[in-house]
T-cell receptor
Framework: DTGVSQDPRHKITKRGQNVTFRCDPI?????LYWYRQTLGQGPEFLTY????????KSRLLSDRFSAERPKGSFSTLEIQRTEQGDSAMYLC???????????FGQGTRLTVV | DAKTTQPNSMESNEEEPVHLPCNHS???????IHWYRQLPSQGPEYVIH???SNVNNRMASLAIAEDRKSSTLILHRATLRDAAVYYC??????????FGKGTTLSVSS
């Protein structure tokens, strides 16, 4: 297993367009997390899945954001009607059932122009 | 959420030990103390975690105060590759990591 993978690594989009990012967690991990990080700040929690169930959502996750994890495997994060303020690194992480050590992907860098 | 307080930045010389402090005076009995680090242009990386007792692994040691209101991450011999932002996080089982601003560690040769 090569760890958590995210696709794409970079995305440039025009304001108002929709974008979708994909995260493939470590295969035996049932927990999956999404974070957003802007320059100079620590990662901000967005949402968290246990298997296919979305257990927690941050208030940062506005109605333009939606995340899914069908069948409890990979996850997608969609941003509708992107705004310049959405420009950030979007990080995905996964962990096992005990939720002790989380493994992070390399992230998807979104630039909204 | 229980909060942690870390210095914004610290400096070290290569091959010297580094002690990174973290205060968490409002820690509850079910909070685990986790440390992650983030190297430039990479996602965060797990370093170590503990509950009450001191912990050692191949990367670092974690010293936890007897009252658990503070902890120290110890890098025994800093290398240039240890230059990163270090995050001290309190985590309840079944919840998500909440990151603060962390401590930016600079290592000089």
């Amino acid at each position: 297993d090569t760890g958590v993978s995210q696709d794409p690594r970079h995305k440039i989009t025009k304001r108002g367009q929709n974008v979708t990012f994909r995260c493939d967690p470590i295969s035996e991990h049932n927990r999956l997390y999404w974070y957003r990080q802007t320059l100079g700040q620590g990662p901000e929690f967005l949402t968290y899945f246990q298997n296919e169930a979305q257990l927690e959502k941050s208030r940062l996750l506005s109605d333009r954001f939606s995340a899914e994890r069908p069948k409890g495997s990979f996850s997608t994060l969609e941003i509708q009607r992107t705004e310049q303020g959405d420009s950030a690194m979007y990080l995905c992480a996964s962990s096992g059932n005990q939720g002790t050590e989380a493994f992070f992907g390399q992230g998807t860098r979104l630039t909204v122009v | 959420d229980a909060k942690t307080t870390q210095p914004n930045s610290m400096e070290s010389n290569e091959e010297e030990p580094v002690h990174l402090p973290c205060n968490h005076s409002t820690i509850s009995g079910t909070d685990y103390i986790h440390w992650y680090r983030q190297l430039p242009s990479q996602g965060p990386e797990y370093v170590i975690h503990g509950l009450t007792s001191n912990v050692n692994n191949r990367m670092a040691s974690l010293a936890i105060a007897e009252d658990r209101k503070s902890s120290t991450l110890i890098l025994h011999r800093a290398t240039l590759r240890d230059a990163a932002v270090y995050y001290c996080i309190l985590l309840k089982a079944g919840t998500a990591l909440i990151f603060g601003k962390g401590t930016t560690l600079s290592v000089s040769s």
